[in-house]
C-alpha cells in the first residue's frame, strides 16, 4: 500500500505509513478470520506477540513522525531488505524447524511482539514483515500458522499505531473508506490463496515482493 500511496496517491511518506496503518486494521481482521477457518492461528501465541507489540507501537509512529521524509524512505527500504534476507536463508540455518522450550518461546514471541509494534508504528507496514521471519527462524512455526497468528495480533497493534499517527496528522482520511473495502476483498482472497500454496512457494512469493519493495525504496 505505500509504494501505492507515494507513488499514485502523491501522499507523503509520513501520511502513507499513517494511512496503511489504518487499513492494516481490517486487513488483519479479514485475513485473520480466513487463516483461522484453515486452522491455522495460534491464539495464544497471538495474544503474547499483542501485549508486547502495543506498548511500543506508539513509541515507534512518534518516531517516524520525528524523521525528515529522505530518511524515512531510505529506512523502509533497507528494513525491507533484512527481512527478505532472513526469510530467504530461513531453509540453511540448522535446526530452524525445531521448536524450543517454553520459556525461551516466550521471551522470543514477547520480543517479536516488541520489535513489531515500534517498527510497525514506524513504518506504517502489518506484522507479516516484522514477526514472521523470528517466528519460522526461531520459534519454528509453520509458515502457514505464522502468518495466520501475525494477522491476528496486528489487529490491536494496527489500531494503536493509526491512532497515534491520527493524532500526528499522519492519516490521509477520504483515502480510508476505499482502502477498507478494498482491505476487506484482498485480505479474504490473499488468505483463501495462501492457504492453497505449498509452504516453499509461499516463502518464495512472500520474499520475492520484500526484495522488489526495498529496491525501489532503497533506490529513491
Known amino acids: 500500500m505505500i509504494p501505492l500511496m507515494t507513488g499514485f496517491a502523491k501522499l507523503t511518506q509520513h ?7 489504518a487499513a492494516i486494521i481490517f486487513t488483519a481482521l479479514v485475513g485473520a478470520g480466513t487463516y483461522f477457518l484453515h486452522g491455522a492461528v495460534d491464539w495464544k501465541i497471538a495474544a503474547v506477540l499483542a501485549v508486547g507489540a502495543i506498548l511500543t507501537a506508539r513509541l515507534g509512529a512518534l518516531y517516524a513522525h520525528s524523521l525528515p521524509e529522505k530518511k524515512l524512505k531510505k529506512a523502509f527500504g533497507f528494513f525491507l531488505v533484512v527481512v527478505s534476507v532472513l526469510v530467504i536463508v530461513k531453509a540453511l540455518i540448522p535446526g530452524a524447524d525445531h521448536a524450543p522450550s517454553f520459556w525461551v518461546s516466550l521471551l522470543i514471541f514477547l520480543s517479536t511482539g516488541a520489535a513489531t509494534g515500534f517498527l510497525s508504528g514506524m513504518m506504517g507496514v502489518g506484522g507479516g514483515t516484522v514477526m514472521i521471519p523470528p517466528m519460522v527462524i526461531l520459534a519454528g512455526m509453520s509458515q502457514h500458522l505464522a502468518q495466520g497468528t501475525s494477522l491476528l495480533a496486528m489487529v490491536p497493534v494496527s489500531i494503536s499505531g493509526a491512532l497515534t499517527h491520527y493524532r ?6 477520504d483515502l480510508v473508506p476505499g482502502l477498507v473495502v478494498g482491505a476487506v476483498v484482498g485480505g479474504y482472497l490473499g488468505g483463501t490463496a495462501a492457504n492453497l500454496l505449498p509452504d516453499l512457494y509461499l516463502k518464495l512469493i512472500f520474499s520475492a515482493v520484500l526484495v522488489w519493495l526495498s529496491l525501489k525504496y532503497i533506490r529513491k
Open 15 to 21: 501520511k502513507a505509513h499513517g494511512t496503511s496503518l
Open 168 to 173: 500526528l496528522g499522519n492519516v490521509q482520511v
